[in-house]
Every structure is written in structure tokens, then in C-alpha cells.
């Protein structure tokens, strides 16, 4: 059981990313699936979440509305986030981890990536 986060990279302010999520060994449409973040210092902290794929539901914390987009693909055992007009504050440590509700606690979530890093330099 395994789930591998990639995407990451150094981007300017304003640019953009997508961040995958690939689950090996478990159906991953079957969980809840949540992106956090760990910046340098701070704690990680809960990004966006995404329901199983029988409500699809999505949650996104007021600091990423409107830029962020969490989708799955079924297919290809995956979730993504993909991340607009980025900040210099979105800088960090990407992880994302599937659990069995819909939650930004950390705590609920079963599997965890091993995280992809985001600079974004101003």
C-alpha cells in the first residue's frame, strides 16, 4: 500500500502546478483523499480534500479558494491538485494522504504520501 506524491517544482508568483497523487496497492476512489502542507517551521496543514468518488465532494481552505482544484481519475488510481496564481506563501511541502471520511484532520487519514516540495519565489 502506497501512495506517491510528484509534481513539484520552483515556480514564479502567479504560475502553476499539478500535483499527483498515485495510489498502488488500494483502490484509491474508495477514500477520501486530502492535500496538506508543511511549511518551513509551521505545521502541516490541511489544503483541500476530495470525497470518495460515490459523492465527489470537495473542501478547500479559504487561503487556496478560487486558485486550487482537487479532481480524481479513476482510471489512473489518482488524485490531483492543481494549484493557479501561486503565492510565495504557498510555499512548502505538498503531502497527500487517503483516509476513509471527508476531513482536513490529520489524524483521519490512514496513508500518507511522502510529499513534494513547492517554492514559489516572488
Known amino acids: 500500500v502506497q501512495l506517491q506524491a510528484s509534481g513539484g517544482g520552483l515556480v514564479q508568483t502567479g504560475g502553476s502546478l499539478r500535483l499527483s497523487c498515485a495510489a498502488s496497492?488500494?483502490?484509491?476512489?474508495?477514500?477520501?483523499v486530502g492535500w496538506f502542507r508543511q511549511a518551513p517551521g509551521k505545521e502541516r496543514e490541511g489544503v483541500s480534500c476530495i470525497q470518495s468518488s460515490s459523492d465527489g465532494s470537495t473542501y478547500y481552505v479559504e487561503s487556496v479558494k478560487g486558485r486550487f482544484t482537487i479532481s480524481r481519475d479513476n482510471a489512473k488510481n489518482s488524485v490531483y491538485l492543481q494549484m493557479n496564481s501561486l503565492k510565495p506563501d504557498d510555499t512548502a511541502v505538498y503531502y497527500c494522504?487517503?483516509?476513509?471520511?471527508?476531513?482536513?484532520?490529520?489524524?483521519?487519514?490512514?496513508?500518507w504520501g511522502q510529499g513534494t516540495l513547492v517554492t514559489v519565489s516572488s
Open positions: 494522504a487517503a483516509g476513509p471520511i471527508l476531513t482536513m484532520r490529520k489524524d483521519a487519514y490512514t496513508y
Open positions: 496497492g488500494f483502490i484509491l476512489d474508495g477514500y477520501a
